[in-house]
């Protein structure tokens, strides 16, 4: 039998969860799915705590933060949201089991690190960034558990003939308009326009 590897048993978890949610991710699932005994396991990770922020730092590898400390905040900011999008997209089940876990994993606090310092060095308040960040966090997250979505979930044909503005917005013809990718993208359009008139002190309440 070969020697099982940290990086082996990371995938493996992703796995599991891409295809059976994150409540199957449990230590002796993840043992059976990799053929060993569950105390096996424990040579690697200490918890199924641990193993879930290694799952988290895996998706996190992927999300590119190369923009923040080169471009504008605004222009960082939008660049991180569409690799956010990208890297949750691929692996949507994953998305409630890291959103109901805390957070302890490094490289997630690190790339939180290089957010939040861009938004400071870009002019917004400290009270003000991590809400900032948040904010658009949650569009991404959203966003990408519609993407993934079933497409027949909202569709003319499943609309009363009296709901008319609805059944008229859902016109087949208009699919590619009112698709999940197109939602995504007005929505941040919505919300970077949104964050540049507050920034700029023109769009406080």
Known sequence: ????KREQLISAALDLVDEEGGDALTMRSLAARVDRQVSSLYNHVGSRAE????V????????DVSAFGV???DAALEAWARSYLTAFAAHPNVIPLLATTPIRDRSTLEMYETVVGSLLAGGWSTRDAVAV??????HVLGSALDIVAPGDLLTQAS???ELASLRSALDPE?????????AFRLGLDALMHGLRARHAGTGRA
Do not use: F, Q, Y
């Open 56 to 63: 988290r730092a895996r998706i996190v590898e992927g999300i």
């Open 51 to 54: 193993l879930i922020e290694l």
């Open 71 to 73: 471009h504008p905040w």
């Open 133 to 138: 960040m948040r904010t658009v966090e949650a």
């Open 174 to 182: 208009h699919a590619d308009a009112s698709g999940a990718e197109r």
């Open 159 to 161: 609309v009363p003939v």
């Open 1 to 4: 039998m070969t020697r099982l």
